[in-house]
């Protein structure tokens, strides 16, 4: 499998990082983090290239990393400081350094051309420092599937009816048409559950009387990043399709990070425009997530069990993929892009 | 390794399946099976050709099995009868569906053409419907070894003077030799042991005064099933090689499913023609056989090992493999015979 | 990886060999050892010729070793003696007999052509012998890294800077010059610490008033033995360079068994000339080495990780490396030596 490059990932939450090292596998590459004594993030290709012990496996001197097996120190910018019993740095005595960069509590680590890091195309969304919304982080979810499989799955409104019966979706879901349509690198499908029962989610934190209307919006940013708005109003408010504003709101975040070609990190948090400071509604939502997206890992890992054994399956392909084949199709433009770019 | 496909293969004993959803493998293929409203079986690929789940993880709605991923439902025949959110059924959403049957309390299941599968040819001995016979189920016993090397043991009376000395053999038999015959694609194996004490399997339910003349005949109908008629009677009987009337008598039955290339699971019983209504002597002589198949298992495993380290390696033969190499090469033929016939 | 064949390897310590059939592996080869009735060692390969079994499963009798599967027999020098069931020996049913020999308690093997086996070129210091010098047996530590990782680590005395600052090195030792030099195929690297703290090997055994002076003598003996020469003299002795007589010395000695590729059994134990009747003094040390053998353990087999991942990855090359470099050059001199003379 090939990986977009030339983007952001989410290396892990803020919070993750410290003075310690940090070993985290991207992209197939190994990388070790820390925090410099300013509490600038540091991401240095975590392999010597001595011997090639993970640098991890050494430890700080100063804001520099010094292996742990004959003490080759590095320092932010991947240039070897030291090397100890000789005065004269070797010419490739150097390791890889990564762009890093701290955006609302979350470390991005750009895997591509450092040259064409730039800090503001970091994925950003208005609700993130918007004083009516409030974030909620949740967990990182570890899964055996390649990053693909688990970014269709986030623009894919249909399965929930089958895949969280008692959490995000229900049967009244089941044929609901699904609407499909594409927005540069970024896919949208979309559908509305007229006057059917709440779902679980929902029925977790709020008092509704009977039916309600409920959208469901998948914005998938390509290759790995899905914003999930996902709401339900009282059938009496009688909303148009285009009316998001009332009931109750949250945004599913999720954002990937490929590990390797068959495991990901599915990081996911929520916004809501309510109960803001109620620390006790987000902890209660994230219990109902945590229940949804256990049920999606059984799912994805059991498919990518099933590809690893039939690696030259060719799908049957039906309505509810439409969103899903756009996704395929724009990140294999983008691969397509960068390897033409590299042979230029 | 090829497999012989033209063929009824255990799937289990019939009370393996109910109306849970069960997973099995047989000749590297994953079958889910299940019955029918009716207690009819039904055996159908375990996987959705929508999104490769495995059919096991969704669930029944009515007669008919539903994906857990998107919902694509299908029945019996392995044919779509529903996709959700579309009216259209796509031509290619069909799986696989394989012939089953139940006879004498075991579900077996037809791996190669379905028009060729006769229900007929289903491996059958008269003693199963005889009275003067009991049958007594015994376990299944998973081997992380080949087929044909676990069937290789079941037409080798040679190897229980030396794996199983305390239940199926002793020293006695050692230099024994082995008479072994063909018969079209079934191998006859056997030996008398004359005038030796009588095998622990024989000790625990019988109460033999001296010595004991002991029989041994191995049928192996090729390519996976074997029924081993074993027995003793007092010497005083001064039994012909011919009779086998006297004393006690039981046929150990062996079904071998190939579940790949290097795993196969044996299912055992055992029919007798003494105590038919003592569930405890039953029970006694299982105990036994437990004993003497772990023995086996220890030992095919390790063979295993070591073929998968020396693919190449050309065994020495003795004179006790002619059972044997019978046996490879009626299998041989018999997976040659099914290549040449689908060439046509 | 190719192994130097025509050297003695340790099987093991000789106590570890008994009439109990033993399984080891060395060069990639499985080898059964035990000893006879009057207690000589016996190895022959660990693979009956029939159907695979490893030998190991079966029993021994008499000095005979009998197949569990079959009960094919074997003569210490690999002959097969019995055929069960039949009376001629087929000319093949040999398994390879390994010439194995037993000196300062240690069973040593030789896997190259057996003609060339002379027990005069096994592994001998004078001190096994010396009555002013005690030996100390320690353990077998098994490295889920190839040998010549675990070699270059026992000739590389900067290491123990980084890896061993509570046992066998510290700080002062960062940048200390190492002198390398080759004689035959012995590799020995040296380097003197002056004025330093005594490291924490020597302070759990001696009692110094103040800074040693400390010296490392590796002598690697191509392909897999090493001897440490490691003492400490208080300063005022004044040691020259040439002068190890003083204070507390010990050999410590290394006996690297390939198990395969990536899998290597570091036997170690020392020899030291003081406190000879002292076995708390030995165990207190031994506790020591544990410690310190963990860390190289937990370094070379995460370096072992990064080989498998990158096996074509080219190393910076740095002043230290000069011993592990003559190393590496000998035994590719070895294997490529033994390569030529089989095609002669």
Redesign the interface.
């Known amino acids: 499998m090939e990986f977009v490059r030339n983007c952001w990932y989410v290396a892990g939450w803020g919070s993750e990082f410290t003075r310690e090292l940090t070993a985290i596998t991207v992209l197939g590459e190994n990388v070790v983090l820390y925090r410099t004594s300013d509490g600038a993030l540091c991401a240095l290709q975590d392999?010597c290239?001595?011997?090639?012990?993970?640098l991890s496996?050494g430890r700080l001197i100063g804001d520099d990393i010094?292996?742990?097996?004959?003490?080759?120190t590095f320092g932010c910018d991947g240039k070897c400081v030291r090397?100890?019993?000789?005065d004269n740095l070797?010419e490739?005595?150097t390791v890889r350094a990564y762009p890093v960069c701290e955006r609302h509590g979350i470390a991005w680590i750009w895997m591509g051309e450092p040259e064409r890091a730039v800090e503001d195309d970091i994925f950003h969304m208005t609700e993130f420092t918007d004083p009516a919304w409030a974030p909620h982080f949740g967990d990182a979810l570890y899964l055996r599937s390649n990053y693909l499989?688990v970014a269709e799955n986030l623009c894919d409104p249909?399965?929930v009816?089958?895949?969280h019966p008692t959490t995000l979706g229900n049967p009244e879901s089941?044929?609901?048409?699904?609407h499909a349509e594409r927005d540069g690198t970024t896919v949208i499908t979309s559908r509305w559950i007229r006057n059917a029962p709440p779902v679980g989610v929902f029925k977790a934190i709020a008092d509704f009387k009977g039916n309600v209307d409920r959208w469901h919006y998948y914005y998938l940013y390509s290759p790995s990043i899905a914003a999930i708005d996902f709401g339900s109003a009282d059938v009496d408010a009688d909303l148009a399709d285009d009316d998001r504003s009332q009931g109750v709101r949250i945004f599913a975040l999720h954002f990937l990070t490929p590990v390797d070609d068959t495991n990901t990190i599915d990081r996911w948090m929520h916004i809501r425009n309510f109960s803001l400071d109620d620390d006790e509604i987000g902890g209660r939502m994230n219990e109902q997530f945590r229940i949804a997206f256990a049920e999606d890992k059984?799912?994805l890992e059991?498919?990518q069990e099933?590809?690893n054994k039939?690696p030259d399956?060719r799908?049957?392909?039906?309505?509810?993929d439409k969103g899903a084949n756009m996704y395929r199709r724009i990140v294999s433009d983008m691969v397509e892009q960068e390897r033409q770019e590299l042979q230029c």
């Not at 290239?49 to 993970?54: I, R, S, T, W, Y």
């Not at 089941?174 to 699904?178: A, G």
Request: charged share 20%.
């Open positions: 392999r290239p001595h011997k090639l012990l993970p496996k010094q292996c742990g097996y004959h003490g080759m090397v100890p019993g000789q070797p490739k005595a499989n249909a399965h009816s089958f895949v089941e044929d609901v048409p699904i059984d799912i059991a498919i099933e590809e039939c399956h799908p049957v392909r039906i309505a509810i």
